[in-house]
């Protein structure tokens, strides 16, 4: 139900737009989210937004450089990344889950609150 697109390798303070695709049938009332993992860490959320009322959050980590957004007639949802860092090298993926908490709670940034995942993009900063 959801695919993830646009990874690759970029130089130190490059950016990459990364884009995710979902079927219509999860999206009017789900939250979506993007997630990262390196190499021998856990999964880490990155950034969410709601269908119903567009709410965004961001980890502090990327806040600032990082930015979602999504588009209702392609039920689709973009992550644009800037500035980027070698620490952000990892695997992004996108995920979707229906809206059990209000829109702007810290549940979203767990895995645990995420039931569809897509399959992951490599991002690789590196000079």
């Known amino acids: 139900q959801l695919q993830a697109f646009g990874g690759g390798s970029v130089q130190p303070g490059g950016s990459l737009g990364l884009s995710c695709t979902a079927s219509?049938?999860?999206?009017?009332?789900?939250?979506t989210g993007w997630f990262r993992q390196a190499p021998g860490k856990e999964r880490e959320f990155v950034a969410s937004?709601?269908?119903?009322?567009?709410?965004?959050s961001y980890a502090d980590s990327v806040k600032g450089r990082f930015s979602i957004s999504r588009d209702n007639a392609k039920n689709a949802v973009y992550l644009h990344l800037n500035s980027l860092k070698p620490e952000d090298t990892a695997v992004y993926y996108c995920a979707s889950g229906p809206l059990r908490y209000t829109s702007g709670s810290s549940q979203y940034r767990l895995v645990s609150s995420y039931d569809y995942w897509g399959q992951g993009t490599l991002v690789t900063v590196s000079s």
């Open positions: 219509a049938c999860t999206v009017r009332t789900y939250v």
């Open positions: 937004v709601t269908w119903r009322d567009y709410t965004t």
